[in-house]
């Protein structure tokens, strides 16, 4: 790979475009153009903080260039190409006036210019009238492009306090799904109660679950086949209560929370081939602006959680799970959150347990889906996990 000492930036609103040559040629020095009103001081420290985790030797520095005076632009470029005579200007993003500006420039003499289109992962190289084009193959962690994108990934999130994807769990998420599979929508119904009673059960004994069969109803055929896939221990029936314990923590918060199990299988699939995608996360809780509040640091938070983010390369795929019916609501809010955080680079899609059918609510709501750009996956109670897979690979 070339050496670059000194890069010229085109600021963008786009946080993507701000890094993608900074991470592959980590130069000495990092310089960003862009105006007053977009340049503002978060986003500059975003980019700092990128910065000094991925190229903490990397010198960065902001230059404000006027909005209404091509003159004085021409002038400030000219200047940058007299002090740094190897300088590389990466064209993606910015403003229209400073693109006009380096093509003023580059007009009269010969100037080292490159293009990175995060959407191809293509590079085009551009020196004099040659024009080359190559792969760009280069990563970035989930948690960085939140933070790139002014937010925090917080320890809340499932992948780092709830799920420990080791091979014995991900095998028993397999054969949770075949169950969950069976029942449909009788999963959401039989959870629930299972939880509900185990909360409101006094006198239960450590790590033990008491519950009696009357108010359990059909729940408990749920809990008989728990423990037939081995999934519960210990388990004994009485004619009046059960009692039993879950094989671990992780079971006993995917029987706590219903819609954990399409969360979980779909994270599961995804992440089987590790080449697939380059990085995932489950249940990520987001914080908007990057500052956690706490007892030694009051405040407010604006939270969201994700389901599932999958990354391919630099391109984050948002991903929400229903296993129960989902409204328009659940389409604004993937929306909202994928363009906070992933930006027009993002990709989105709605995951459905149960099959789409052909009411005029429902039609409606996939056209709304389509005109937002969600990906709607249907069905996949019937969906094998090969069907699965290459629906998430179309994304």
């Given at each position: 790979m070339e050496?670059v000492?000194?890069?010229?930036?085109?600021?963008?609103?786009e946080?993507?475009?701000?890094?993608?040559?900074?991470i592959?040629?980590?130069?000495?020095k990092i310089?960003?153009?862009?105006?007053?009103d977009?340049?503002?001081?978060?986003?500059?420290?975003?980019?700092?903080q990128f910065?000094?985790e991925h190229?903490?030797?990397?010198?960065i520095?902001?230059?404000?260039?006027p909005?209404?005076?091509?003159d004085?632009?021409?002038?400030?470029?000219s200047?940058?190409?007299?002090?740094?005579?190897?300088?590389?200007f990466e064209?993606?993003g910015?403003?229209?006036?400073?693109?006009i500006?380096i093509?003023?420039?580059?007009?009269k003499?010969?100037?080292?210019?490159l293009r990175?289109d995060p959407?191809?992962?293509?590079?085009?190289?551009?020196?004099g009238?040659?024009?080359?084009?190559?792969?760009?193959?280069?990563?970035?962690?989930?948690a960085?492009?939140?933070?790139?994108h002014?937010?925090?990934?917080?320890?809340?999130?499932?992948?780092?306090s709830e799920w420990?994807?080791t091979?014995?769990?991900?095998?028993?998420?397999?054969?949770?799904?075949?169950?969950c599979?069976?029942?449909r929508?009788?999963?959401?119904?039989y959870?629930?109660?299972?939880?509900?009673?185990?909360?409101?059960?006094?006198?239960?004994?450590?790590?033990?679950?008491e519950?009696?069969?009357k108010?359990?109803?059909?729940?408990?055929?749920l809990?008989?086949?728990?423990?037939?896939?081995g999934?519960?221990?210990?388990?004994?029936?009485?004619?009046?209560?059960v009692?039993?314990r879950f094989k671990n923590?992780m079971?006993?918060?995917?029987?706590?929370k219903?819609?954990?199990?399409l969360?979980?299988?779909?994270y599961?699939v995804?992440?089987?081939?590790?080449?697939?995608?380059?990085?995932?996360?489950?249940?990520?809780?987001?914080?908007?602006?990057?500052?956690?509040?706490?007892?030694?640091?009051p405040g407010y938070?604006?939270m969201?959680?994700?389901?599932?983010?999958?990354m391919?390369?630099v391109?984050?795929i948002?991903?929400?799970?229903?296993?129960?019916?989902?409204?328009g609501?659940?389409l604004?809010?993937?929306?909202?959150?994928?363009?906070?955080?992933?930006?027009k680079?993002?990709?989105?899609?709605?995951v459905?347990a149960?099959?789409?059918?052909?009411?005029?609510?429902?039609?409606y709501f996939?056209q709304r889906?389509?005109?937002?750009h969600?990906?709607v996956?249907?069905?996949?109670?019937?969906?094998?996990?090969?069907?699965l897979?290459n629906?998430?690979?179309?994304i």
């Open positions: 050496r000492r000194v890069l010229v930036e085109l600021f963008s609103e946080p993507l475009e701000n890094v993608m040559a900074l592959k040629y980590r130069p000495e310089i960003f153009l862009g105006h007053k977009n340049m503002i001081t978060k986003k500059e420290k975003d980019i700092i910065k000094d190229c903490p030797k990397t010198d520095e902001f230059i404000e260039v909005k209404d005076d091509l004085k632009a021409i002038k400030m470029i200047g940058i190409i007299e002090e740094y005579p190897d300088v590389r064209l993606t910015g403003s229209e006036l400073i693109l500006a093509g003023c420039v580059a007009a003499m010969d100037i080292s210019k990175i959407f191809t992962g293509k590079e085009i190289d551009i020196k009238t040659n024009v080359t084009t190559s792969d760009y193959h280069f990563n970035i962690p989930i960085d492009d939140i933070i790139l002014g937010g925090v990934l917080t320890s809340q999130t499932g992948s780092y420990k994807f091979d014995e769990f991900r095998n028993d998420i397999r054969i949770m799904w075949d169950l599979s069976r029942y929508g009788s999963w959401n119904k959870c629930a109660t299972i939880d509900e009673l185990r909360k409101n059960t006094p006198n239960q004994h450590e790590g033990y679950e519950l009696f069969l108010p359990l109803g059909d729940a408990i055929h809990l008989r086949d728990l423990n037939e896939i999934m519960l221990k210990d388990y004994q029936e009485t004619p009046k209560k009692v039993f923590n079971i006993r918060k995917i029987i706590g219903a819609g954990n199990m969360e979980l299988h779909v599961e995804a992440t089987r081939d590790n080449y697939l995608f380059s990085d995932a996360i489950i249940g990520a809780n987001i914080d908007w602006d990057g500052e956690i509040h706490n007892s030694e640091h938070d604006t969201n959680e994700i389901d599932v983010i999958l391919k390369n391109c984050p948002f991903i929400s799970c229903k296993s129960g019916k989902a409204g609501n659940a604004h809010e993937l929306e909202t959150v994928s363009r906070k955080f992933g930006g680079y993002a990709r989105k899609a709605l459905l149960k099959a789409c059918d052909n009411t005029t609510g429902t039609q996939l889906a389509r005109d937002m969600i990906w996956i249907d069905d996949v109670f019937r969906l094998s996990d090969e069907q897979l629906k998430l690979k179309r």
